[in-house]
């Protein structure tokens, strides 16, 4: 058996090695040495586990693990990095390239200026022609440039070079008038242009009837700080602020991403923009947790505990009724509850207007979307509890309850001295699970009211926002992202809901059979 | 039976009962019969308040006009939302004073979202079994170092709301996607990859499962000489079906309602999964009831009724502590 079974993993390792060897060299090739290396010791561990005999029962595992730690553990190692970081829309470009651009800027040197014509040439093209205004022997021309008259050009970074031309001579194509150059709008796509003399000077549209000279604004200076040319002010890095500062503490250019220790976190605690909402959101997500797992465990258990009662008819049909809410993908329920709750059209406020003369504030009420969030998601989650409850209560010998029903009890009674004592203990890890899921619940907070109505002097924080949603917008709201910020919250959130996993697992007995 | 099985009795029944008891001392049918009929009002009135909502789209994807779902029968019926759900184009009067139709035809049929999302679903979990399946086989019988303790780390992990993996998940996927271009980005593959990562609930299932079932079979293999790969394939795994169908239905059904990582990943139409099409009809502007209506009702029946025949499985498997997402 082992004779024919030794080649085939063989063949198949080659199979798999020599591909995944291959993508590492081009990994390597493209520059990203770091993540090639660390692919290249990957790819060694596997053919480590899979020839050797003594890492045998790690072959079951090398597969799982490796999706295990590219899609769980890197991002929220990614994540807890960031956390540390200075890292938003202000700071978002890395040092090197924040500096690139900073030394891209240019000022008006001054004292040179051109004239300008524009001859037009086929499919839209134009050759500038320069003519320096105090020597008009100086005339340069450029190659034919694509302007799209009134739109911003997208070369803006490119340098387009001139060359000289003799004195009297004409590029080909008809000369524009300065009148048809601002009716055509021909000067804003020019504006976005830089043009490069023979020497190296750099010229550009000033005003709309002539060209000046740029030159650079910043020197690099050895130590790495940069010098203005034009005011002679040392500018140098502040990787506190993530900007380039002046002598006198004013931010020059664009931010860039920086550690910064636990700034994110001493901001979330004492900066009161941040704190007094960031409060406010953990209190309902631990509010709305708590909430929706009592609901839901009561609503499963009552209807558990009637569907036990041996004298109803058609128990079944109800039973596979009741379940319909965990069947039905939740994403479409919560949508259709979405509509339903809708404050003027909806079903809900249409019955309730109806009988009771009252239409609820479901969407613009802090309250009532509160309210709105904890019965749909008590509407979602009970099957699962009912299921549950009712597989526990069928454990349950029936003689405990003939004993104390001689002794005179009644339903409560039993349900509370018998049923629950006997019941929690069991489903308390599953009680903890299901607060840890809620604690989460993104889908129903974003789907069904995305964490509105706002709160007031708030930001993009909203009543009904939980944590993890709040942390979401932080992160990928177009307006005012801040990675930094929003991955330290979610380093607290993984540090909160890894302490309740793991005292899941301390007091829950799973561990008695490890 | 003296006592018709008092633990099963609601609480709001039984004080009627001692209530009713005193004032016309009724027969112990009598009140046995009042009982019953309160639990079925109960029972009913639940019942409403779970299928109504269904109803109303059922019916809302049948009424003409985007209403949001409000009526148990549709007012005026029209096909219109089913054939535009369909990929089937269709004629819409845009101007009723004088006349002017147009015809109605999506970009991308909506239904392929659907299909999408099962092919997803389904690639994601047939992953998700054999990269848990053969994690929880080592965990369950073999023995090497740092086993429990690796056990209780991926549970606690997996804690780590993916929602917020978002922005690693966008970096790696653009990474791929440079090499393997069907692995980027804006691709299903790469969405399947990231999917593949949340398996330790699942390995904790499945490895709850192999702990019950006595390893005395497998061991008499191995003395007959059957290298334990074999005695996992043909001895384990056939008994173990139950579990896999469990994990696969859970999972399955996971990531059909899955919505944050798709609408990230998937960025064209033509890729994207139910949960993100079935929102894009309601953007804040304009909210296109009728449709999604009638794409719920397509893609929401098919689902429910494969989870409700497979409800035995699930149910077993519930209580050994697994959860819907």
């Known amino acids: 058996m082992s004779l024919t079974t030794l080649p085939v993993r063989q063949v198949l390792m080659a199979l798999v090695l020599l591909p995944a060897l291959y993508l590492d060299f081009a990994i390597y090739q493209a520059g990203n040495v770091w993540i090639a290396l660390a692919f290249l010791i990957v790819i060694a561990f596997g053919a480590y586990i899979y020839l050797r005999r003594e890492a045998y029962p790690f072959r079951y595992l090398f597969p799982g693990f490796l999706g295990f730690g590219l899609f769980v553990i890197f991002p929220l190692v990614y994540t807890v990095c960031i956390g540390f970081m200075k890292y938003s829309s202000q700071n978002l470009l890395p040092y090197d390239r924040a500096l690139e651009l900073l030394l891209q800027e240019t000022y008006l040197s001054g004292d040179v200026s051109y004239h300008y014509q524009l001859f037009a040439q086929d499919a839209g093209k134009y050759i500038l022609v320069l003519q320096d205004m105090k020597d008009p022997g100086r005339r340069f021309a450029s190659e034919p440039i694509d302007l799209k008259a009134g739109q911003q050009s997208g070369a803006s970074e490119s340098v387009t070079p001139v060359t000289p031309i003799a004195p009297g001579t004409q590029p080909p194509g008809k000369p524009l008038e300065m009148a048809q150059v601002t009716r055509e709008k021909l000067f804003i796509p020019m504006r976005g242009r830089q043009f490069s003399l023979p020497d190296k000077t750099i010229v550009t549209l000033e005003g709309l009837a002539r060209f000046a000279a740029r030159q650079r604004l910043y020197t690099l200076n050895p130590d790495g700080t940069l010098t203005n040319r034009r005011d002679g002010s040392i500018v140098h890095a502040d990787p506190q602020q993530g900007y380039f500062v002046n002598q006198k503490g004013e931010k020059v250019g664009v931010g860039f991403r920086t550690f910064t220790g636990f700034d994110n976190y001493v901001r979330i605690l004492s900066d009161p923009r941040i704190q007094g909402p960031f409060l406010r959101i953990f209190l309902w997500t631990v509010a709305f947790s708590i909430f929706s797992v009592l609901g839901t465990f009561a609503t499963g258990l009552l209807l558990a505990v009637v569907l036990e009662w041996k004298e109803i008819q058609c128990r079944k049909i109800y039973r596979t009724l009741l379940i319909l809410p965990y069947a039905v993908p939740a994403v479409l329920s919560i949508l259709i509850f979405k509509g339903l709750f809708n404050q003027e059209f909806g079903a809900v406020n249409a019955f309730l207007r109806g009988i009771f003369h009252f239409a609820p504030e479901w969407e613009t009420n802090p309250w009532g979307a509160r309210a709105m969030i904890l019965l749909v998601n008590i509407w979602l989650g009970y099957p699962y509890m009912m299921l549950i409850c009712t597989g526990m209560l069928q454990s349950i010998p029936s003689t405990i309850y003939e004993a104390s029903a001689i002794d005179g009890s009644n339903a409560l009674v039993d349900l509370f001295k018998i049923t629950l004592p006997l019941i929690l203990p069991p489903l308390f890890p599953i009680l903890i699970s299901s607060f840890a899921f809620n604690f989460n619940n993104f889908n129903l907070v974003y789907l069904l009211t995305a964490g509105g109505p706002k709160m007031v002097g708030g930001g993009i924080a909203g009543e009904t926002d939980l944590l993890v949603t709040y942390t979401f917008n932080l992160a990928f709201r177009d307006s005012g992202t801040n990675y930094g910020l929003a991955s330290a919250i979610a380093t607290i959130l993984f540090i909160m809901v890894g302490v309740l996993a793991w005292a899941n697992l301390r007091i829950g007995g799973r561990n008695v059979k490890m | ?325």
């Open chain 2, 1 to 325: 039976m003296a006592f018709p099985s008092l633990k099963t009795e609601p609480a709001r029944v039984s004080n009627l009962r001692d209530r009713s008891t005193r004032r016309h001392r009724l027969t112990h049918e009598q009140r046995l019969l009042i009982r019953k009929v309160l639990a079925h009002a109960f029972l009913l009135s639940f019942l409403a308040i779970v299928l109504v909502p269904f109803i109303m789209v059922v019916s809302a994807s049948f009424r003409q006009g985007n209403f949001a779902p409000s009526r148990l029968l549709p007012d005026k019926v029209s096909l219109d939302h089913w054939k535009y759900v369909l990929g089937i184009p269709y004629t819409e009067v845009v101007n009723p004073a004088t006349g002017e139709t147009r015809v109605v035809k999506p970009v991308v049929p909506p239904l392929l979202w659907f299909w999408n999302s099962i092919k997803v679903s389904c690639l994601s979990s047939a992953g998700i079994i054999l990269l848990s399946g053969t994690a929880a086989y080592a965990f369950s019988r073999f023995k090497f170092k740092f086993r429990t303790p690796i056990l209780s780390s991926l549970l606690i992990l997996q804690m780590f709301p993916m929602v917020l993996a978002l922005v690693a998940f966008y970096v790696i996927l653009d990474f791929t996607g440079t090499y393997v271009k069907w692995l980027g980005l804006n691709t299903q593959a790469g969405l399947i990859m990231v999917y593949l990562g949340g398996i330790s609930s699942y390995i904790w299932m499945i490895k709850g499962y192999f702990d019950t079932i006595p390893a005395s079979m497998e061991e008499s293999a191995r003395i007959d000489g059957a290298s334990p790969f074999q005695t996992f394939v043909r001895i384990l795994l056939p008994v173990s079906i139950p579990i896999f169908a469990v994990v696969f239905i859970l999972s399955f059904i996971g990531y059909m309602s899955e919505y944050p990582v798709a609408s990230v990943v998937l960025q064209t139409g033509n890729n994207w999964t139910l949960a993100v099409g079935a929102n894009s009809f309601l953007y804040e502007q304009e909210k296109l009831w009728g449709r999604f209506a009638a794409l719920a009702v397509l893609s929401g029946v098919p689902i429910t009724v494969v989870f409700m025949l497979c409800q035995r499985f699930v149910i077993g498997g519930l209580t050994s502590g697994g959860i819907k997402e």
